[in-house]
């Protein structure tokens, strides 16, 4: 049996090689989201050169709604992006090997990028993924068009749930959001 038992545990700690099926796929959907963003960009920079040369310097209000609705797309894109990258390179750090780069720049990834384990993996991708969520909400909001009190109230208390969202999803990391002034 202990012969058998030794090949088994090799063959079942080399399986966890086929993870990087996963993280390639990861790295290439990060790479094509992040050139759709690349090319909104271009597209949103266009747009504003053209109606800024076709209406001496003033944008037309539709021109400017459609700028500011391209730069949230743009925004989702990039967050989308990262967010497949940080699941990519944290899947390689916690089930194939530490990133040994990292490591020989004194690993100047943030805190935040430094995985011990799945739920801390976790953790900062539910934070990444309410934040493409809160974006995707602000892009209905920028669209809708209130017709009632009603309707404005009930948006008051949509934006309500967004910020105790956010309260909820960074409260104990919004001390170190803050700025603190170097002293002199």
Not at 26 to 34: K, N, P
Request: glycine residues 6%.
């Amino acid at each position: 049996m202990g012969r058998f038992e030794e090949i088994l545990e090799k063959f079942l700690w080399n399986y966890r090689l086929i993870i990087f099926l996963g993280i390639i796929s990861l790295l290439v959907c990060s790479a094509v989201i992040f050139t759709l963003g690349f090319i909104e960009t271009y597209f949103a920079l266009k747009l504003f050169v053209v109606s800024v040369y076709d209406h001496l310097g003033h944008l037309p209000e539709e021109t400017y709604n459609t700028l500011i609705m391209m730069v949230i797309t743009i925004v989702d894109d990039f967050l989308l992006g990262i967010v497949l990258l940080i699941f990519g390179l944290g899947t390689y750090d916690l089930f194939i090997s530490k990133l040994d780069p990292a490591e020989e720049q004194d690993d100047i990834r943030p805190h935040w990028l430094k995985f011990e384990s799945l739920e801390e993996l976790k953790e900062v991708l539910a934070k990444v993924i309410m934040m493409i969520m809160i974006i995707t909400f602000l892009k209905y909001v920028v669209k809708a068009r209130f017709e009632n009190p009603l309707e404005i109230l009930y948006l008051g208390g949509s934006l309500a749930l967004v910020g105790l969202a956010i309260k909820f999803s960074h409260g104990k990391d919004i001390n170190k959001t803050r700025f603190v002034k170097p002293k002199d």
